[in-house]
C-alpha cells in the first residue's frame, strides 16, 4: 500500500491562503479508519497554538485485519508561527514513512514561509518532475496542513478554503467548498484532493483528484470535525472520530 495514497486521505485530511484563522487551542483528535467496513488502521493529531506559535504532530498507521497483511506508518511533525490573520506558516518539519518496503525521514526547513532545505535520509534520488522547493512560496507542510483542515473552527469558517501542500518532492491542493446543513446540528462540506506538481506522468494520468467529505458537528459556536470519507485508488476510507 503506497503513502501517497494515505497522504491523499491525511489531506482531508487533508491545501490560495486559509480562508479561516486556527483558533488559539489544543487539540487531540484520534480517528479509526475504515474500508468497505474493514479497519485499515488510525490516525491521530496533537496540536498546541497559544495564538502566536503552533506546534502539531500527527500520525496514520496500519492496524485491524489489514495490518496483518500490509505494513504502514506515517507520523510526523511541524512548528510554526500563527500569523496577525490566523494563518499558518511553518518554520521546521520532520516525517518518517515507511510502507515496509522503505522507511525514510523527510525534513523541511523554512525561511518566510518558504521551504529553504529539503533533506532526507536515506538519501531519495532525484526526479525530473520534482516541485523545486524554492517555488513553493505559501504552502504548508502535511502536518500543518492536516491541522488547518481539521482543526475546530468557528461556525461559518470550518469549509470554503484552500490549502497549498508541499511534502518535500510533491505539491497538492486541498479545496472545500461551502458547508451544507445535515441536521441535528451538522454540517457536511465537500471538497477535492488534487495532485498538482511532482508527480509522475503515469500517477497524473491515473488519476489527478480525490473527491472527499467532511462532517462537522456545531458546539455552541464552534465547528468539531466527526468524521470524514475519501476516494483513494483502492476505494473509500472512512475516519471516524473517537
Given at each position: 500500500m503506497?503513502?501517497?495514497?494515505?497522504?491523499?486521505?491525511?489531506?482531508?485530511?487533508?491545501?490560495?491562503a486559509?480562508?479561516?484563522s486556527?483558533?488559539?487551542?489544543?487539540?487531540?483528535?484520534?480517528?479509526?479508519?475504515?474500508?468497505?467496513?474493514?479497519k485499515?488502521?488510525s490516525l491521530?493529531?496533537?496540536?498546541d497554538?497559544?495564538?502566536?506559535q503552533y506546534?502539531?504532530?500527527?500520525?496514520?498507521?496500519?492496524?485491524?485485519l489489514?495490518g496483518?497483511f500490509?505494513?504502514f506508518?506515517?507520523?510526523g511533525?511541524?512548528?510554526?508561527s500563527v500569523?496577525?490573520?490566523?494563518?499558518?506558516?511553518?518554520i521546521?518539519?520532520q516525517?518518517?514513512?515507511?510502507?515496509?518496503k522503505?522507511?525514510r525521514?523527510t525534513?523541511?526547513?523554512?525561511?518566510?514561509g518558504?521551504?529553504?532545505?529539503?533533506s532526507?535520509?536515506?538519501?531519495?534520488?532525484?526526479?525530473?518532475?520534482d516541485a523545486k522547493?524554492g517555488?513553493?512560496?505559501?504552502?504548508?507542510?502535511p502536518?500543518?496542513?492536516?491541522?488547518?483542515i481539521?482543526?475546530?473552527?468557528?461556525?461559518?469558517?470550518a469549509?470554503?478554503?484552500?490549502?497549498?501542500?508541499?511534502?518535500?518532492?510533491r505539491?497538492s491542493?486541498?479545496?472545500?467548498?461551502?458547508?451544507?446543513a445535515?441536521?441535528?446540528?451538522?454540517?457536511v462540506?465537500?471538497?477535492?484532493?488534487?495532485?498538482?506538481?511532482?508527480?509522475?506522468?503515469?500517477?497524473?494520468?491515473e488519476?489527478r483528484?480525490?473527491p472527499?467529505?467532511?462532517?462537522?458537528?456545531?458546539?455552541?459556536?464552534?465547528?468539531?470535525?466527526?468524521?470524514?470519507?475519501t476516494?483513494?485508488?483502492?476505494?473509500?476510507?472512512?475516519?471516524?472520530?473517537?
Amino acid at each position: 500500500m503506497r503513502l501517497g495514497i494515505w497522504g491523499g486521505a491525511l489531506a482531508v485530511l487533508g491545501l490560495v491562503a486559509l480562508a479561516n484563522s486556527v483558533q488559539a487551542a489544543s487539540t487531540d483528535q484520534r480517528y479509526d479508519v475504515y474500508a468497505s467496513g474493514i479497519k485499515l488502521g488510525s490516525l491521530a493529531l496533537k496540536a498546541d497554538n497559544n495564538g502566536s506559535q503552533y506546534a502539531v504532530s500527527g500520525r496514520v498507521s496500519g492496524g485491524g485485519l489489514v495490518g496483518i497483511f500490509v505494513t504502514f506508518d506515517f507520523s510526523g511533525t511541524s512548528q510554526g508561527s500563527v500569523r496577525t490573520d490566523g494563518r499558518l506558516q511553518p518554520i521546521a518539519y520532520q516525517a518518517r514513512s515507511d510502507d515496509g518496503k522503505t522507511a525514510r525521514t523527510t525534513r523541511i526547513a523554512y525561511r518566510g514561509g518558504t521551504p529553504v532545505s529539503v533533506s532526507t535520509d536515506p538519501p531519495r534520488n532525484p526526479r525530473a518532475y520534482d516541485a523545486k522547493p524554492g517555488a513553493q512560496g505559501g504552502t504548508l507542510d502535511p502536518i500543518s496542513a492536516v491541522y488547518a483542515i481539521l482543526g475546530d473552527a468557528p461556525v461559518g469558517q470550518a469549509c470554503g478554503k484552500t490549502v497549498e501542500v508541499f511534502d518535500g518532492n510533491r505539491r497538492s491542493r486541498l479545496a472545500l467548498g461551502a458547508r451544507q446543513a445535515a441536521g441535528d446540528g451538522r454540517f457536511v462540506c465537500a471538497g477535492t484532493y488534487t495532485r498538482v506538481a511532482g508527480y509522475s506522468e503515469k500517477l497524473l494520468r491515473e488519476k489527478r483528484t480525490f473527491p472527499f467529505q467532511i462532517q462537522w458537528l456545531d458546539r455552541d459556536g464552534m465547528m468539531r470535525v466527526e468524521r470524514f470519507s475519501t476516494d483513494t485508488t483502492f476505494g473509500r476510507v472512512n475516519a471516524i472520530r473517537r
